[in-house]
Nanobody, 124 residues
Framework: QVQLVESGGGLVQAGDSLRLSCAAS????????VGWFRQAPGKEREFVGA????????TDADSVKGRFTISRDNAKNTVYLQMNSLKPEDTAVYYC?????????????????WGQGTQVTVSS
């Protein structure tokens, strides 16, 4: 199995940028598609975006399109979520998740392994 650890969260102002990292250990990370999700208090876990195991394909949610970018460096066993033009409604705990077989999906149950999450708070 693979272990995932997110980092890079924090408190920022609206309009600022943050880059989250998802570091993997264990199995060969390049064998996994990776998704990012977020969950705000009282809300369901929401799909943010995903990247294929090679890094050649990505997708993201309409709510972050044009502001967030996913990338990966398999040599460093790390996936990144670059978040620009942050808004207060982006405030949530952000999770990365890994999927061993098949293409990434937009539902949390598509994924096999999860990190513990990192808090992102955007003030207005």
């Amino acid at each position: 199995q693979v272990q995932l650890v997110e980092s890079g969260g924090g408190l920022v102002q609206a309009g600022d940028s943050l880059r989250l990292s998802c570091a993997a250990s264990g199995r060969t990370f390049s064998n996994y598609d990776v998704g990012w999700f977020r969950q705000a208090p009282g809300k369901e876990r929401e799909f943010v975006g995903a990247i294929s195991r090679s890094g050649g394909s990505t997708t993201d949610a309409d709510s972050v399109k044009g502001r967030f970018t996913i990338s990966r460096d398999n040599a460093k066993n790390t996936v990144y979520l670059q978040m620009n033009s942050l808004k207060p409604e982006d405030t949530a705990v952000y999770y990365c998740a890994a999927k061993r077989f098949g293409r990434y999906g937009r539902s949390w149950y598509d994924y096999d392994y999860w990190g513990q999450g990192t808090q992102v708070t955007v003030s207005s």
